[in-house]
């Protein structure tokens, strides 16, 4: 089954790859891999003070969402993706939250959903003081390809 009849049939429908906000590229490819820039959540806050856990994941799921439409604007086809090697997430939290894992499994969980084993990843789930834009996560990612 391909990547595209993967997400429609788990009726998600990709937003348009992000313009970048500074001055940075969205993806570079080196070899077989993908590294995409930082992509920001759509959902603003601090969790451990106006953000639960919950409403993390589904932050961090607005990041993936903007991963994997860079990756297809990069390389054409998410066919392409032979595994997701790594993810590097930011949580917007307050120094007492320590759910950073739990609230960046909600990209791992879509890269899992989306690609099967092969969205299995290494990855890094970091608290930071504050984040571009007052946004709640920032997730980035790094793809092996053909």
Known sequence: ?????????????????PAPAANYVPY????????????????????GADMAAEAGAEAARGCGLAL???????????????????LTGFVNSTPEFTDQPEVINGCS??????????????????????LPRGVAVEVEAIFEVE
């Open 1 to 17: 089954m391909s990547i595209e009849s993967k997400l429609a049939e788990l009726g998600i429908t990709l937003p348009d790859a």
């Open 109 to 130: 969980d879509l890269m899992v959903q989306v690609f099967g084993d092969k969205g299995r990843h290494a990855r890094a789930a970091v608290s930071a003081p504050a």
């Open 28 to 47: 570079v490819r080196s070899g077989n891999l993908l590294f995409v820039s930082g992509q920001i959540s759509p959902i603003k806050g601090r969790l």
């Open 68 to 86: 994997l439409a860079q990756a297809r604007a990069a390389l054409g086809s998410l066919d392409k993706v032979k595994r997701v090697v790594k």
